[in-house]
């Protein structure tokens, strides 16, 4: 079959509908990995229709990556992957749960693991981009992503897997002790991955119970706080369904954060709140200027635990004029003249004339704040 079109036809449709009838994306109980935000948490809650599509390729990137890798850690290591834990209230797939010996031993041996672990696992796989890894490096998993694990190792401990087709073996284990959660980060970017173990307990599940507790409890989506700080400011809320329920819509070149300010009073507030950060951040720049005059000209390279790299100092690329318009007389095209503004300017000036401007309404200037000390209060 051949396809005649005048562009070349994007996978990206199928991409985004496929991803659309993905079983996440019907779901009616709240999902573990929907409690990255308060807010949003109870949108679905209460069957809340999402407001925005949003710029999906890379997460739809991530989940097929997410797919590849666990598909092949079944295949060459018999992992359980993307089973089904769950309760009246909630519902989630753990990427992979590792049984220590004495579990495993109670299934069939074709649904054993190669290699069972020490202790029962929990295990969430992450993708994550170049731009955010020394963040992965340095914090490790975010607190959203903490309460979803504790979640799927709380419902894993206290139900066990769902008692669903597919799973039933599983199921008849029961309720099952974890012992440790353990974050896999993947960097999409390099194929580097990292590590991170956190031992469990139930008062790190009852946590992030508690969490969840409170979003049901609501009345409406409205009562819950805005866990993240919103579009521009968060990656989140950029891509989020709700975007547009949560802020309102967006108004021509204002920050959608506005809304969180209704008055005068909160004016105030916030303008003080702006001046008592700025005056604990002044010692800190201060102190980060010494520290990168101290290290400028430093070979890059590893010292103590930290990696130093430079960036730019580059030329910039800029219009060789003079070699296009070479190239345009070799082809015996006219090289096209425009007026010389410097020389005009530089005339204009020598006569005394001022020079006229105008407002270009395209290019404006960067809009920055300024706040001081308000000396005659009547
Ligand atoms: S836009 Fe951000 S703050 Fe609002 S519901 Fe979505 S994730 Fe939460």
């Known amino acids: 079959m051949t396809i005649t079109t005048d562009h070349p036809v994007s996978l990206w449709p199928a991409a985004h509908a496929a ?5 996440r994306s019907l779901q009616t109980k709240i999902g ?3 409690t990255v935000c308060a807010r949003r948490a109870g949108y679905l809650l209460h069957g809340r229709t999402p407001t925005d599509t949003g710029e999906k390729r890379k997460a739809i990137l991530g989940t097929w990556l997410h797919e590849g890798l666990l598909t092949a850690a079944r295949q060459e290591y018999g992992w359980i992957i993307e089973r089904r834990v769950e309760d ?3 519902r989630g797939h753990i990427d992979a749960v590792q049984l220590d010996s004495g579990t495993a031993a109670r299934l069939p041996k074709r649904l054993r693991p190669s290699l069972p672990a020490d202790e029962i696992t929990v295990e969430d796989v992450k993708t ?10 340095r914090r490790g998993a975010t607190e959203a992503e903490l309460r979803q694990a504790y979640l799927y190792a709380d419902l894993l401990s206290t ?14 284990l029961g309720p099952l002790p974890v012992g440790k959660i353990r974050f896999r980060f993947l960097n999409r970017d390099s194929g580097d991955d990292h590590v991170q173990e956190i031992p469990y307990g139930a008062d790190r599940g009852r946590g992030a119970r508690w969490w969840v507790q409170q979003v049901r409890s609501a009345a409406t989506p409205e009562e819950l706080p805005r866990t993240l700080d919103g579009p521009g400011l968060s990656s989140i809320c ?9 802020w309102g819509p967006i108004a021509s070149g204002r920050c959608p954060q506005t809304i969180l300010v209704r008055d005068d009073a909160e004016r105030a507030a916030a303008l003080a709140e702006y001046v008592e950060v700025s005056n604990e951040m002044k010692p800190l720049k201060d102190k980060l200027k010494l520290l990168r005059a101290k290290l400028d000209g430093t070979d890059a390279g590893a010292y103590g635990d930290n990696v130093l790299t430079w960036s730019g100092g580059n030329p910039t690329r800029t219009d060789d004029v003079d070699a296009m318009a070479t190239l345009f007389r070799r082809a015996g095209l006219t090289v ?6 410097d020389e005009m300017k530089a005339q204009l000036k020598r006569a005394g004339i001022p020079v006229p401007v105008r407002l270009d309404h ?10 001081s000390v308000r000396r005659n209060k009547s």
Not at 19 to 23: E, G, N, S, V
Not at 128 to 137: A, E, G
């Open 238 to 246: 950029d891509n989020c369904p709700y975007r547009t329920a949560c």
């Open 88 to 90: 009246e209230l909630l």
């Open 362 to 371: 395209e290019r404006r200037t960067s809009v920055s704040i300024n706040v």
């Open 32 to 34: 573990a990995s929907d």
């Open 159 to 172: 139900r066990g897997f769902a008692d669903i087709k597919g799973q039933r073996q599983l199921a008849r």
């Open 19 to 23: 991803d659309a009838r993905r079983p």
């Open 128 to 137: 994550k981009s170049l731009r955010v890894w020394d963040n992965v490096l």
């Open 336 to 341: 096209p003249m425009s007026p010389d503004v």
